[in-house]
């Protein structure tokens, strides 16, 4: 690992998070972690010693966002990496699922995510340096069968994460948005996944789909450890990518995607050109 940077990690006390918090600390590096709750985060990350900083964040409150940068940043003087890893799945068909349901899964995975790159983009143009990794998730590229909601906030982290590359290329920012398979952290848990409270009987497929991915729980090929030491590697990169698939299965999904995209792209190709005026 290079040289001491801090790391600013969202969705800290399990999963992905937690894994980057403790592989991190023992690297010597600095690292500012959230989460909803802080006695969990604590507890989890264990006698972390002074490079560690543990906030209790509201990711949807930009007030609770903007206290937690400068937190940080008055604490070890720089924010180097910006992990955006907070988030839930939620499963049901979009008319199964309530608004208020749909709106919280916006609020945490994707507006979070824009609350905390709003308030770090200050620090990071000050420094002309950094690097800003969006997890997203397979289901961003290419969506399942009764994720429909999840999968369109993972589209928008896939979708604000190109522009952004683009938008922060100059101040020395680089972006990265990660798109995870199936791994063995506890993101098909409880305590990560919601389903719609008003099941419709109707969508037998999408009751079957759920039971399949429920049934995986534990069982997923993925290893936790494994991702975080890449998303480490990928952070040390001069020229890192803007695309980080993790997992076979993600790899896979997302060049079926490719291959099915151009099969449809290419099926209207004369009607999409003959648009014009003069066509």
């Known amino acids: ?20 918090v403790k592989q991190l600390l023992a690297g010597g590096q600095r690292v500012v972690a959230t ?36 937190a940080a940043h008055d604490k070890f003087k ?9 988030g839930y799945g939620i499963g049901g068909s979009i008319e199964e699922l309530t608004d208020r349901e749909t709106r919280d899964s916006f609020d945490v995975n ?29 289901a961003g590229i290419t969506g399942v069968t009764g994720w429909a909601v999840y999968a369109a906030t993972k589209f928008s982290v896939v979708g604000l994460s190109e522009v952004l590359a683009d938008d922060v290329r100059s101040f020395g920012v680089k972006v990265t948005v990660v798109a995870p398979g199936a791994f ?9 996944l919601v389903m719609a409270e008003q099941p419709i009987d109707a969508y037998r497929e999408v009751r079957e789909m759920h039971t399949r991915y ?36 993600a790899y896979d999904r997302a060049m079926n995607k490719l291959d099915r995209l151009e099969k449809e792209f290419k099926l209207n190709e ?10």
């Open 214 to 249: 429920l049934n995986m729980d534990g069982q997923q090929a993925g290893d936790p450890e494994k991702a975080a030491k890449a998303i480490i590697e990928v952070a040390g990169e001069e020229n890192p990518p803007l695309y980080l698939l993790l997992g076979s299965d």
């Open 110 to 138: 994707v507006f979070g995510t824009i609350n905390v790159i709003r308030s770090v983009m200050p620090i990071l143009r000050a420094q002309q340096s950094g690097h800003i990794f969006n997890i997203a998730s397979i």
């Open 270 to 279: 004369e009607l999409s050109r003959a648009m014009a005026y003069n066509a």
């Open 184 to 192: 063995r952290t506890s993101f098909l848990s409880k305590e990560s």
């Open 35 to 70: 989460s909803r709750n802080l006695t969990e985060l604590t507890t989890a990350a264990g006698n972390a010693g002074e490079n560690f900083l543990p906030l209790q964040v509201d990711l949807t409150s930009e007030n609770s966002v903007n206290a937690a940068v400068a």
């Open 1 to 20: 690992m290079e040289s001491k940077r801090t790391w600013f990690i969202t969705g800290a006390s399990k999963g992905f998070g937690l894994s980057l």
């Open 78 to 86: 720089s924010i180097d990496v910006v992990i955006n890893n907070a």
